[in-house]
C-alpha cells in the first residue's frame, strides 16, 4: 500500500469548517483514499472514501487533487462531537487489510 | 438496527487464562476481521475471514486462534501464548462485493491481563 502522510493534530473552532489534508504522493491508479475517525476509546468509524472523483456524504467531503497525491477530507460544520483522531488510508478494492497510520488528532474547541 | 456488535467491553484475565471474545454482525457481510490496537498505535490485523468455515492469519496471529461456523460470527479467542495480551480488540465486517468492501468497525473490546 501507499503510504499516507497527515499532520500530527490540529484544532478548529466549533461552527467552522475544518480541512485535513492528507499526503499520498506514491497512490497507484487503482488505490482508493479512505477516511476513517477515531473517537477516544471506541472502534473506528468510516467517512468517506473515493478514487478519482471528489465526493459527499452525511458527513463529510472528500476533495482529491487532479493528479491524486493528495487530498483533503473538509468537515463542513464542526462540533465537539468530531473531536478525534482522523486517519487517511489508501488501500487497493478488496486489499483483505487496512493499514492505519497515526493520523490527525483534531481537536474542536468552543 | 443493523451493525456490529462486541462483548464484554472491558474483560479481565489472569495470566495463563485463554479468553474468548465475540463478535457478531447482522449487516450480511462476507468478511470479517480482527485487529488489535495499541496504546497511541495504529490498528494491526489479527485474522480474517472472506466466507464462513475460512480463514487467515493476518500480520500477529500468533497466540490467536478463531472460528468462523456463522456468517454473523466471528469470535476471537486469546490463548495463554500470546506473550503480550493487554490490548484493545476491534472486529470490523465487509460486504466483499464491488461496491461495498468499506470495513465497518464495532465498538472493541479493551482485554487486560492481571
Known amino acids: 500500500d501507499a503510504k499516507t502522510t497527515q499532520p500530527t493534530s490540529m484544532d478548529c473552532a466549533e461552527g467552522r469548517a475544518a480541512n485535513l489534508p492528507c499526503n499520498h504522493s506514491?497512490?497507484?491508479?487503482?488505490?482508493?483514499v479512505y477516511w476513517y475517525r477515531q473517537i477516544h476509546s471506541q472502534g473506528p468509524q468510516y467517512i468517506i472514501h473515493?478514487?478519482?472523483n471528489n465526493e459527499t456524504n452525511e458527513m463529510a467531503s472528500l476533495i482529491i487533487t487532479e493528479d491524486r497525491k493528495s487530498s483533503t477530507l473538509i468537515l463542513p460544520h464542526a462540533t465537539l462531537r468530531d473531536t478525534a483522531v482522523y486517519y487517511c488510508?489508501?488501500?487497493?478494492?478488496?486489499?483483505?487489510?487496512?493499514?492505519f497510520g497515526a493520523g490527525t488528532t483534531v481537536t474542536v474547541r468552543a | 438496527d443493523g451493525g456490529i456488535t462486541q462483548s464484554p467491553k472491558y474483560l479481565f484475565r489472569k495470566e495463563g487464562q485463554n479468553v474468548t471474545l465475540s463478535c457478531e454482525q447482522n449487516?450480511?457481510?462476507?468478511?470479517m476481521y480482527w485487529y488489535r490496537q495499541d496504546p497511541g498505535q495504529g490498528l494491526r490485523l489479527i485474522y480474517y475471514?472472506?466466507?464462513?468455515?475460512?480463514?487467515q492469519k493476518g500480520d500477529i496471529a500468533e497466540g490467536y486462534s478463531v472460528s468462523r461456523e456463522k456468517k454473523e460470527s466471528f469470535p476471537l479467542t486469546v490463548t495463554s501464548a500470546q506473550k503480550n495480551p493487554t490490548a484493545f480488540y476491534l472486529c470490523?465486517?465487509?460486504?466483499?462485493?464491488?461496491?461495498?468492501?468499506?470495513?465497518?468497525f464495532g465498538p472493541g473490546t479493551r482485554l487486560t491481563v492481571l
Open positions: 473515493g478514487l478519482k
Open positions: 475471514s472472506q466466507i464462513v468455515n475460512d480463514f
Open positions: 488510508i489508501v488501500r487497493v478494492a478488496y486489499d483483505y487489510k487496512l493499514s
Open positions: 470490523a465486517s465487509s460486504g466483499g462485493a464491488i461496491s461495498s468492501d468499506t470495513q465497518y
Open positions: 449487516l450480511n457481510h462476507d468478511a
Open positions: 506514491t497512490i497507484s491508479g487503482n488505490e482508493y
